[in-house]
């Protein structure tokens, strides 16, 4: 399974940007697809998760209410909507694949096997 992140960018913050994860080599619509993120400095940490059916999603407290996750399974590419940008979001973000056949979905990174190569947003004041 491979995983190509794009959509990323240099932002003032309060803008939107979406990030896309194009999924090629497996069954989409059977994994728990998750977006994270690490800053400078700081350790990975999850940002939002959609469950394989679409049925269910987490977000960060941070960012609840500004991002989006979604998925189409038809186009094979799960997406990251990313409204009301802060400074604080600054950070190279990373789709990731659970690859676990509908399995329960992950908020934690260890329980995710596929990664994408990130892509780098920056929020500037």
């Known amino acids: 399974v491979q995983l190509q992140a794009s959509g990323g960018g240099s932002v003032q913050a309060g803008v939107s940007l979406r990030l896309s994860c194009a999924v090629s080599?497996?069954?989409?619509?059977?994994?728990?697809m998750g977006w994270f993120r690490q800053a400078p400095g700081k350790e990975r940490e999850a940002v939002a998760t959609i469950k394989w059916s679409g049925s269910s999603t987490f977000y960060a407290d941070s960012v609840k209410g500004r991002f989006t996750i979604s998925r189409d399974n038809a186009k094979s590419t799960v997406y990251l909507q990313m409204n009301s940008l802060k400074p604080e979001d600054t950070a190279v973000y990373y789709c990731a694949a659970d690859g676990l056949p509908r399995g329960s979905a992950s908020v934690s990174s260890s329980g995710y096997v596929y990664w994408g190569q990130g892509t780098l947003v920056t929020v500037s004041s």
């Open positions: 080599g497996g069954t989409l619509s059977i994994y728990n």
